[in-house]
């Protein structure tokens, strides 16, 4: 056990270091005045600021969107992998990986290219009747979507095809045998068979978008601030750590609520666990 302990200790020491104690730094910040005193009027004022009600409501509107839309689309892409043979399952999963190679700060501005006024989606939109002007698509929330769904495909795919491919494939097998067509089989056995991965794919992307910045920073506009972004305003602009700090410690302790939930849902702790 001792031994054990002096090669943990190394990392623990580290972990410390680089999170806990800047974290630890922004809760006391969040109590601390100008004065260097103690005050809780950073956490007083986010309950008569108007401007932060608007945008933590924002910021779960942003986050279920992206979710959901994320979910609609990568349920085919999970399921199509899942049917696949094992080594080709692999190199398509490889493909899906690929966004993670790249920064997202790259992916963005690249975003800013294909989807710009003059961009490669409204050229090719113009040459459609009645589309001459093209489609606006960036500075919105049009664009803030589609960043934000490329970004977390792969958070959505994974944990679904996981649930999928426990599946014991003789229940639809079974279901067949009995006369049930391919769309009923679905419905009634690989959807719901596959709701843990689903709920877990969700909460995740759910957590993570809750903190976003980069995205909505790039391709959204006045209308699609996060929680994030109002915290980079206050400390680069306002320059009020105070109230900065106690709104990152809000936000610090929502994702956390929403990760205890994940952990609560069946298979969501396989899958916190698995991504460790």
Sequence with gaps: MRLALYFVAPAIAFFMIILVYPLWGVVEQSFTSEEATFTLAGYRDLETSRLFHKVLWNTFEISFTATILTLLFAYPVAYHLAKQPPRRRAFLMVLILLPFWTSILVKSFAFLVILGENGIVNQGLRWIPGIEHGVRLMFN?????????????????????????????????????????????????????????????????????????????????????????????????????????????????????FIFGLSCVPGGRAFIEGAK
């Design 141 to 257: 929330r049009a664009g803030v979507m589609i960043g934000l769904m490329h970004f977390f495909i792969p958070f959505m795919v994974f944990p679904i095809m996981t649930s999928l491919l426990a599946q014991n494939p003789d229940l639809a097998k079974a279901a067949q045998v009995m006369g049930s067509g391919a769309v009923r089989i679905f419905f009634r056995i690989t959807l719901p068979l596959s709701m843990p991965g689903v709920i877990a794919g969700c909460m995740l992307v759910f957590i993570i978008c809750l903190g976003f910045f980069i995205t909505p920073e790039l391709l959204g506009g006045r209308k699609d601030m996060m929680v994030a972004n109002i915290i980079d305003f206050y400390t680069r602009e306002t320059l009020n750590w105070t109230f900065a700090s106690s709104i990152a410690v809000v936000l610090l302790l929502l994702s956390g609520l």
